[in-house]
């Protein structure tokens, strides 16, 4: 039996891996009246907590402040959040707002659940409001503000919008509640139904923007009827100041500019701002209502107005200066707003809410003045996590995530981060790039291939990932599609498989020219298109074994399966090839079909998503694969002997991950690191000795967070120091898990070999 979590604890330290704090997309931000702490909102994990004095952020929600069946296992949600869009992951906190009058009282909504907190954040309880489509990370909406937000004088009287799923009032903190009769939202441009904006008047009256048809108003507050009150039929933001005014920014349904976007509502008369050009986002000062800023959607423009919006000055050449974030101080990188908020105690202080955390600035009284945006992000991890690799002789970790491609992780630090340009540009900091796949050559330490995505291509770097420079796209393509994997054996033999259905190609002179590329074939079939058929998909279907040069696996799946997995399309090549000669030429087929062990059932069929595919450092021959979807309890660790002549199951179940570590010392075999299941119990386990004995379980919470494992390839065992790994989540970027030093001596002298094993973990059901 594997020990208990509070056992493995103590031999085992666990801490954020160092790279760039921010990321991601944090989506609003919300401080207490009395200044004593702040709260954000992202899109893809949940939310931030920060008290005033405090070093850094910590997450809002946690093991230790919510109710056990919040997180273990986590409701699935994902019917109720995708009902309305059909996309998105919807991991992050769609709002969050502190009670004006009252800070310890806290309303967010995560995982399609409205949360309440009475003690300033320490705890949080599920509210009476079932389940509704709080669409976190969907569509432009993810970041229109606010949605929640709370009686100023009254804690108990809230007002909840949803996407399209109705909008919600009550007077008793939402223990019970009624749905508002207003129409519905309506889609936006990218087919996600618009949020309904919500916000409560100085004076108890209560707005409701409807996303399709425009503002509604209830002048004596949630028990009053709710009377159209015109204004833009679409917003992003609503903000009401403290004279009263409503200021509402219009939001696009295409391309087309809007010349005066900010909409004001004062004294009974609609205006339009002049010079207000795609304004997206507006704060209104608590300390003037006249006191006006308000920036476009990407941040081209940002202006101030003393007047209330009648005229106004552009800010003019605003940087970033120093901050938290190394990788974003004293730089020129873009900011992207998705929430500006004036300080309720500092005059002339502005906070923004943006793509890579957040930020303020002190105006400055003059506009020949610059302003300096200063972020504030330590303790803010907000990065989707995508793949890494390590190797032996090398301490320096690449460890990949969206929007900013590779950081390279040392034992204290980063030197940040890189990624491939385009071909015919150079490196621009504002990039977004995706890392999607790596892999490194066997006969050069430094060099490694790199699938980066948006603004990135695919590249190779001989620096180990410090820079990168692009590789020519194969013949008749204008340029690589995006997503996909890699797989190198040596600087010069290379295969790439092309995401969103593309096809797969080799090359052994470096492929530096499209002529270079040249098609896979199996079976008859050149070339061979769709077993990777989206970009985002973490598919992991090639494998180069290190230790032959030329030699590569490749698992094939068919798109389209009968119930039976009968090929549906004509084209029956599923299954695992390999091939001897760099991928030129015939290859053989190993296995055809599903991989299971023999005499397995129920594992699932058509293992097309997120899945692995790796050989064994060191092992000629021997590789490990899983399906990586982490649903069915019959899917295990495979462990292929002779090119997958022969199939064993490992004990290690219904994993999103797996990957080698540094072998113990005297061990014969790689550490094998996963994210899975063993014995009914999931969490993040290390097997030192082949699974001759149960793996052992690291934590069921790795960093105590309550975030999705990263599927696919967000594991990775360190190479170079024994019992060290990192472990990527789906919007909390990577931790790093360190075997203490009494822990690791225990295991060097508990498994001092590991010999090959004929079913290593015996056949009982750890499922």
Known sequence: MAKTEKDAASDWHIAPAPIGAGGGFVTGVDIASDGSF????????????????????RHLLRQDNLAEA??????????????????????????????????????????????????????????????????SDTGPS??????????????????????????????????TFRRLEIPDTGKDYSGTPGRYLVAWGGDGSAWVHVFGTGLFHAPTGIAGQFLFAGGPATAS??????????????????????????????????????????????AVSPFDPQHLVWANENSGQWWQSRDGGTTSVDFGNERRAAGESAWLSDSGKAVYPAQILFDPLREGRLWIAEGVGINYCDLPATPAQPILFHDMNAGISEFVATCGLTAPGNATALLGVMDKGLWRVGAEGNDGWSYSPLPGRSVNRSAVAHLRSIDNAADDPAFVVGL??????????????????ALAPPPGQASWLPGGDCAVSTRGNIIIAQGNSGSAWWTKNGGLRPEDWHPIAFGGYSPVTAWINAYYVHRDCLAADKTRPGVFAALVNNIYKRPNNADAIGRDIAGLWVNRNGGEGDWEQRVKGTLAPRGARHHTLSQFWQARLAYVPGHSGELLYANCEGGNAHDQLMWLKDDGAEIVGLPAYRLRAFDFGMAAPGAARPAVYFYGTFDKVQGLYASFDWFATDPVLISRFPNNSIDYVSAGLGLVGDMNRFGRCYLGFGGNGWVRADLRSAARQSAATQYPSSPAMAHPGGRRDHG
């Open 237 to 282: 933001c609503l903000v009401i100041g403290r004279d009263g005014a409503v200021h509402v920014c219009e939001f696009r349904t295409s391309a087309a500019q809007i010349p005066d976007a900010l909409h004001i509502l004062r004294d009974g008369r609609w205006r339009r701002a002049p010079g207000t050009k795609n304004a997206d986002q507006v």
């Open 38 to 57: 702040m709260v954000c909102n992202t899109d893809v994990f949940n939310g931030y907590i920060r008290h005033a004095g405090e070093a850094q952020w």
């Open 452 to 469: 980066f995505q948006q603004d990135g291509s695919n590249g190779w770097s001989e620096d180990w990932g410090r820079t990168f420079t």
């Open 142 to 175: 993810r970041r229109f503000n606010r949605s929640i937000d709370v009686h100023p004088r009254d804690p108990g009287l809230v007002i909840a919008g949803t996407n399209g799923d109705g909008c919600y009032v009550s007077d008793d903190g939402f223990a």
């Open 70 to 135: 919040d997180y273990d296992p986590r409701p699935d949600n994902r019917s109720v959040l995708r009902a309305k869009a059909g996309n998105g992951a919807n991991n992050g906190t769609y709002c969050t707002r502190i009670a004006p009058s009252d800070p310890r009282v806290i309303y967010t909504a995560w995982n399609a659940f409205l949360y309440r907190s009475t003690d300033a954040g320490r705890s949080f309880r599920r509210t009476a409001l079932p389940p509704k489509a709080f669409l």
